[in-house]
């Protein structure tokens, strides 16, 4: 079964916003998992080997802040994602494709 075509504005808008939580998904993550890195294993190995000082160690609570801020945030991308789903029914009207 082919799907029927897409013609309106009203069913580009949910796929757009499909699109950017996607991509803003794959951001949220990246980021997420960048920052708890640096924090939680490379600044606490620096310091352990003393290759940084003791001071590097206060970037740690910052850096745990801002990777919870990108957790949220890709937390917000799949509701995003989820809320437009359903256009896809619309699309393909098989629930299972």
């Given at each position: ?51 940084a ?14 990777a ?30």
């Amino acid at each position: 079964m082919d799907p029927r075509p897409i013609l309106g504005i009203a069913d580009w808008e949910p796929l757009q916003i499909m699109v950017y939580a996607l991509w803003g998904l794959v951001a949220g993550n990246v980021s997420f998992a960048g920052l708890m890195l640096l924090g939680h294993i490379v600044i606490p190995s620096m310091y352990a080997t003393g290759h940084a000082k003791k001071s590097a160690l206060a970037f740690r609570v910052p850096l745990t802040l801002g990777a919870l801020c990108c957790l949220a945030f890709s937390a917000y991308m799949v509701y995003l994602f989820l809320s437009n789903l359903p256009i896809t029914y619309d699309i393909y009207p098989r629930k299972i494709i």
